[in-house]
């Protein structure tokens, strides 16, 4: 088929009554399928059931702590090794905490505004407008989270190597009201681009750039060591820019265990300079005291000296769900000029753009038949999409026969919708 804008009316709507009538069979189905969160599969979990055999007996760790007890609010020594590994900074500038790395950017967002993160008489609420910039598409819990504070967002544009830095730099140098920006800076939720070597340099500069005194780089390496494939795109170390720009206390780094492990009971990570992390210990201390040490025993010794190996065989799972995506992607959609997506290296998502103003029907056409997808706009703050045009794809919890069905669906949906957009005359 040709791109769909050349074909004459005539063609147009015969294909349309086509799709309308493939539509209408597909409703008859009763389907019930779901590609609208990135959930590790059971054969991914089913790769950590060793984990219950780490402990056997021996709670003490490698310096003699013994994790049953009270204490270690920072985490174990051995827990922040792991850390590293992840986060590409040294274990004495890591916090080792529950199983919630969304936990941590709470925390650490919560204590800026509120309290502060340097020992000293700044936080984000001192301004009457406090907000942080989004580039966009982007993680829709981010969003989430800043909302709940009352935090305001700013707009940044996504490229192909990281948000668009030029553009932050303009809005934080004469606005004492931006405080932050948020970074997902290997495999990018949605899009999976991966920040290139200036982007990482500049966002580790955009602090003593701001105008805010207090502006902090919120670093979500989520997908850290999610490489779907060999060998991996590397991701420069953003604790060693920093450290070359003067501003590691206006850098904070979290990841977790939760897509590498169990995703309800893994180990999550915060890294920073000293001041940031005795402002967050000072918080935890009100909550808790200490985390689930044996947890993060278990987690470090199961790990230890292999979790490349063992992030291998999560992609050895993944890679045919990604694969695919991108061939129904690319058999359905390819040649018809009304959609463009991602082709990501490694994570959890495929960004797929639809024509303008598609976004939301197609969403919804989708769910008449059975296929649940990421709300529209969820991949920007409030959940507006000013195009309405980003679909969010999460492949990697169903199944390889559920997840064709899925693609085949979601590709109807987007065809049928761009037929009667065009034939309508919009955009």
């Not at 925390?107 to 340097?118: N, P």
């Not at 604790?239 to 501003?247: P, S």
Request: charged share 20%.
């Amino acid at each position: 088929m040709n791109d769909l804008a050349s074909l004459s009316a005539e063609d147009l709507q015969a294909l349309e009554t086509s799709l309308a009538q493939e539509y209408s069979y597909v409703a008859g189905n009763k389907l019930s399928l779901n590609l609208s969160r990135g959930k590790p599969g059971a054969e991914q979990l089913a790769l950590s059931e060793g984990l219950e055999e780490t402990i056997n007996g021996n709670y003490r760790t490698a310096d003699g702590t013994d994790t049953r007890n009270y204490g270690e609010i920072r985490g174990i020594a051995d827990a922040r090794e792991l850390g590293s590994e992840l986060m590409g900074a040294p274990a004495d500038a890591i916090i080792a905490g529950g199983n919630s790395s969304l936990f941590l950017m709470h925390l650490t967002v919560s204590t800026a505004l509120q309290h502060g993160l340097w020992g000293d008489a700044r936080r984000w609420s001192a301004h009457p407008e406090p907000k942080v910039l989004a580039p966009v598409p982007g993680y829709d819990r981010h969003f989430a989270l800043t909302e709940a504070l009352g935090i305001g967002m700013v707009n940044v544009d996504m490229g192909a190597n990281g948000p668009d830095v030029e553009q932050a730099r303009a809005l934080v140098k004469d606005d004492a009201g931006i405080k932050g920006i948020w970074c997902v800076p290997k495999y990018s939720n949605p899009t999976g681009c991966v920040y290139d070597d200036a982007t990482v340099a500049a966002l580790a500069e955009l602090p003593r750039e701001a105008a805010a005194d207090d502006f902090v780089v919120l670093w979500d390496n989520a997908y850290a060591v999610h490489d779907l494939v060999t060998p991996p795109p590397q991701l420069a170390s953003l604790h060693e820019a920093a450290r070359a720009a003067g501003t590691s206390n206006h850098i904070v780094q979290f990841a977790s265990t939760s897509k590498i492990t169990f995703a309800g009971g893994g180990v999550a990570f915060v890294s920073s300079g000293e001041d940031v992390l005795n402002a967050l210990q000072q918080r935890l201390s009100f909550m808790m005291i200490g985390p689930d040490k044996v947890n993060q025993l278990r987690h470090s010794r199961f790990l230890k000296g292999r979790l490349r190996e063992h992030m291998a065989q999560h992609a050895e799972i993944l890679r045919p769900k990604f694969d695919l995506v991108e061939n129904v992607l690319s058999a359905e959609l390819g040649n018809l000029g009304i959609a463009d997506w991602t082709r990501p290296q490694g994570g959890y998502f495929v960004s797929l753009d639809l024509r303008p103003g598609l976004a939301a029907q197609v969403v919804d056409m989708a769910a008449d038949v059975g296929l649940t997808l990421t709300p529209a706009g969820a991949t920007y703050p409030y959940g507006k999409d000013p195009v309405d045009r980003n679909v969010r794809i999460a492949p990697t919890f169903a199944e390889l026969d559920e997840l064709e069905t899925a693609m085949q669906v979601l590709t109807l949906c987007v065809k049928l919708a761009s037929v009667r957009q065009i034939l309508s005359g919009q955009v």
